[in-house]
Every structure is written in C-alpha cells, then in structure tokens.
C-alpha cells in the first residue's frame, strides 16, 4: 500500500529527522509528518542560528579592542543589526535545506499537515492550522499531504514550545520568547531577561556584548542552575564584568506594559520589591511539551508532569509508539534527541547491543560568553549521593595557549570517585569548553580512570591540557599550577 510504511515519524526536529534517516539506513520504509519547518527549532529557532548571532557578537566585542592584540582598526567599529539578523537567518534557511536534501538522498517521505495518532499503527494527517513564525524553504516537491497512513511503528518527535508564566505572557512585541529575540526590529536600549537558563542566559550574553543595559533575574540562588555551584559563581562574575545585572533569588512578579517599555515589580530574597523599566523583556522560564492535539489520551499513552513516559529505548505504554527528544522529557537537548532517535529506531529493527540512554553522560553546553559545559555529577550532587571524592581544578589563567588567545579567565574542574578512580563529573568555564568537553564524555562512556587520563598525552599548547593538569591536581600531582 502506499500509505504504509514501517516507521513514522511525527516532527523533523533533531530527534526526527535523525531517527528517520538511521531507520531508512536499516532498510526501512519512512515518513515523516511536519506541520512547520524542517528540521525543527534547533536549526530553525535554537541551537544554530543563535550560534550565529552569538559568534557576531564576538567578532563585534574583538573589534572594539583590537589593540589588545597589537592590531589597529582606523575609526569606530559598529554593529548592523539589520546585517546579523540576516546572516542567522541565512543560516537557518541553509540547515532546513540540507535536511530536506538528506530526506531525498535516504527516500524518506514527507507529510506536510497535522498528525493525529487515532490507534496504534495508524496516523491521520490533515491540514496545518499552524502557521509558522516565519517561513523557512520551500516545501519539497514531493511532498505528501491529507490522508491516513499507517505504519508498524509510530515516534513521536513534537519538541516543546516556550513556556509562558500567567500574567506575564509574551506578546511578541514587548515580551519576547527565543522567536522575537533572534530577530530583533530594532536594538533595544534595555532588557529584562526572566531565567537564567542557557537560552535566558545565552540571549542577555548576546544583547550585552552589543551593548544593551541587560538586567537578568534568576528564581534560584545561582545563574544557569543545573550547573556546578562554583563553575557558576565564576561565571556570574565575569557577566557582571562585562556590565551585565543580575538578580538570584528573585522573582518576576508582575508586569505593567507601557507603550515602548515594560515595568517589572521584582521580589526580592529578603522580601522587599523593586520596579524595573526595560524597553523589552525576554520570558525564558523554560519551555513545555508538545503533547496536545496528537491523539494521545485517547490510545493510551502514559504522560507524567507533561512529557511522554518512555523506558530507556523511547517505548511509550502503548507498543509501537515510541517518543524521543524533548517531548519526552529531560534534558532538554538536541544532541540527546539526535541519541535517543538513533537507540529507538536500532532497537526497533532489533540490532543486537542497542544501549539504553544514560543521561549522567549527556554534556551540556551554554555559549555564553565566557563558555560553560558540563557533563555528570556537580560536586554538590556527588556530595549527596554520599560519594567519596577527589575534585581537581586548574585555572586558564596557568594555561600557556588561553593566555596566548587573551582568553586567561576560565576554570575546569573534575571530580573523582576516591576510591575507584572514576571520573564522576567535569565542569568547565571559559574560551571554547563547549569544544573540549567531549574529551570527558568519551573518558566517562570508555569509563576511563584518572590513571589512564594521567598516561594520556595532550597536545601542546592548547586550551585542552587544562584538562589533564585537572585531573592531576584532583592527585595533588599538578604540574603547572
């Protein structure tokens, strides 16, 4: 039949599309059902295009002092908003077309509409009511549309959406989510950032480096709090160096809009509340599920706090529909949608040693400036769980290569099972971590110990040799510090 295939696929975000193209790998038939844009919002809204923004931003804040690196640039240096914008959004428009390629390289079938799943092996798609912030590419020619189709297997891949907090919802015009601030109109002079989060904490980064009066405010006593305590408090200190406000333990309030402006009534830890007037103010509290409208309550499908319930594999209750990514659950993350669709599908076609997920080894990356990454247990978590530890730290500041880069403010910290050697946790702040963190996600999944990271030979001069030397402090065996 032509409407049947072996695997169906709802959204073409990270997970989606990924899981598709593995599953026609396999030799399975695929389709994929999208309502809005290729390739989802990390390509689209998220992970790459704020990238983009980001790494303007940087380039703009070298060039305000180029002579800190022996360089002279003849007059001022200033930064076309108009231009930066484009350049995202140019990107954006370059990822949705690469995955549109890569469906018609792999002859995975595109359903453009709304998916509903109405039983278990049968899908029914019927046209978009939901129209996209922006269009992104042109819809592949050989795009399906209206109809029911079944298959063996259905995931559901629906990623989440901003989370609105009541009484203070986004308007699109004074209050922005991710969408509103990745394409500014105009520059705003002041910004009120509510959440500390990477994206709460990434955008006041880029809007502060172009010069914004940027007030952040945080409900929990550290900024981007999933992250180690003392990794977090450096980096804090160097946002408030680079003039940026910020408020832990406060809370947003309410919020009085104005013709050009919003007024904020923030409450204090100490109980006290102050006004804050911002011409425009980021909600970033997080985002929810996109578990509405897909015909899960009807067939069954356990949810719990708003996330699809799965096992280690993305099985839901119901057999032969699974979910992955964002949908189901934390952490909220690209590359662990991309994980969990690869370990889905091979599960499906009943590869043999398909591993469950283990998220203590999934990194997580901020690209604030400066950088934070991560990956296992914070000290505090370890502590907790009752573990003897080692904990190594060794500043950039010793660091022969991030001196050399201008970039000598930064920390990585590493913490060890005492008794067994094994590497629990590493944390890091500073120029370029989210590259170097992968050296400890391969030293975690190869379930590496600190003797054979201490046998291991870092090149030199690079950033990465603060590694090894916290490791080795973690031993009090040091060699540059």
């Known amino acids: 039949m032509a409407n049947a295939y072996d695997v169906i696929i709802i959204g073409s975000g990270p997970g989606g599309y990924i899981a598709a193209i593995r599953a026609a ?7 994929v059902v999208e309502r809005e844009h290729l390739a989802g919002i990390c390509s ?3 992970c790459i295009p704020t990238k983009a923004l980001l790494r303007s931003a940087e380039v703009y804040e070298y060039a305000k002092h180029p002579g800190d690196y022996g360089i002279k640039i ?3 240096v200033t930064a076309d908003l108009k231009a930066i914008v484009a350049r995202s959004r140019g990107i954006a428009h370059r990822m949705n077309n690469g995955v549109g390629f890569l469906f018609k390289k792999n002859k995975v079938d595109i359903i453009w509409g709304d998916a509903k799943i109405t039983k278990p092996g049968e899908v029914v798609v019927s046209k978009t009511a939901k129209k996209p912030v922006e269009p992104i590419g042109p819809i592949p020619k050989n795009t399906l549309g209206e109809g029911t189709y079944t298959a063996k297997h259905i995931i559901v891949a629906t990623g989440a959406r901003p989370r609105a907090l009541p009484g203070i919802e986004p308007d699109g015009k004074l209050i ?4 509103e601030a990745m394409k500014p109109e105009e520059m705003p002079k002041s910004l009120l950032v509510m959440g500390s989060g990477a994206i709460g904490i990434e955008f006041a980064s880029f809007y502060r480096t172009l010069g914004v009066d940027v007030t952040v405010v945080e409900i929990m006593s550290q900024v981007m709090p999933v992250e180690d305590a003392e990794i977090s408090a450096l980096a804090k200190k ?9 408020l832990l333990e406060a809370k947003v309030a309410k919020v009085v809009k104005g013709a050009n402006s919003v007024t904020a009534t923030i409450e204090l830890k100490d109980g006290k509340t102050r006004e804050i007037t911002a011409d425009r103010m980021i909600s970033a509290v997080g985002v929810q599920a996109n578990i509405e ?8 499908v356990k949810t719990d706090r708003g996330f699809i319930v799965i096992d280690g594999y993305g099985k839901t209750s119901v057999p032969g529909i699974y979910a992955i990514g964002d949908v189901a659950g934390p952490p909220l993350l690209a590359h662990k949608a991309e994980h969990e669709g690869v370990i889905c599908v091979e599960k499906i076609a009943g590869l043999p040693n398909v591993h469950p997920m283990d998220k203590l080894k999934i ?5 604030c400036h400066p950088q934070v990454a991560s990956v296992g ?8 769980e009752g573990r003897d530890i080692r904990v190594g730290r060794f500043p950039f500041v010793a660091n022969g290569k991030a001196i050399a880069l201008g970039e000598d403010q930064g920390l990585v910290k590493t913490i060890f099972d005492k008794k067994t050697g094994e590497l629990l946790g590493a944390h890091m702040v500073g120029a370029e971590v989210t590259e170097l963190i992968q050296g400890f996600v391969v030293a975690m999944n190869l379930e590496t110990t600190e003797e054979e990271l201490m046998h291991t030979i870092f090149p030199h001069p690079t950033i990465s040799e603060t590694m090894k030397e916290s490791v080795l402090d973690a031993y009090g065996r040091a060699l540059n510090a």
């Open 25 to 31: 790998q396999l030799g399975m038939k695929v389709a």
């Open 44 to 46: 689209n809204w998220g």
């Open 74 to 76: 003849e007059g001022s």
């Open 176 to 179: 922005w989510t991710y969408f």
């Open 238 to 246: 160097q946002f408030e160096r680079a003039g940026m406000k910020i």
């Open 293 to 300: 409208g897909i015909g899960l309550e009807a067939v069954g």
């Open 363 to 367: 990194p997580g990356c901020t690209y």
């Open 377 to 384: 247990l914070t000290e505090a978590k370890a502590k907790a």
